[in-house]
């Protein structure tokens, strides 16, 4: 079984930072990449960034310059800090991580339960 848990939602104020981490737990070989979508009212889930084992990282153009997302490899942990952030940034963010519980496994897509981000104008 395999555990995503995710931390750092809050209100904040426009032009405010918060940082988001995310855990991943339980029966892991290793993990591929891990990420962070947000889904905001009424709009489809979409990708905020996301980091590859060997350190790539790729944000949503909306995002960029604002959010740094950054891995701990050995503690199967992920984070994103968001700084400038905008009322438009107001959403639930979800921890996703690719994972292999055995060494000849494929890799599968776990994800957190989310946490609420929501910002004031």
């Known amino acids: 079984q395999v555990q995503l848990v995710e931390s750092g939602g809050d209100l904040v104020q426009s032009g405010g930072s918060l940082r988001l981490t995310c855990a991943a737990s339980g029966s892991i070989f290793s993990i591929d990449r891990m990420g962070w979508y947000r889904q905001a009212p009424g709009k489809e889930r979409e990708l905020v960034a996301a980091?590859?084992?060997?350190?790539?990282?790729n944000y949503t153009d909306s995002v960029k310059g604002r959010f740094t997302i950054s891995r701990n490899t050995p503690m199967n942990s992920v984070s994103l800090q968001m700084n400038i952030l905008k009322a438009e940034d107001t959403a639930v963010y979800y921890c996703n991580a690719r994972i292999r519980r055995l060494r000849w496994s494929n890799a599968m897509d776990y994800w957190g339960k989310g946490t609420l981000v929501t910002v004031s104008s």
């Open positions: 980091v590859t084992t060997d350190g790539s990282t």
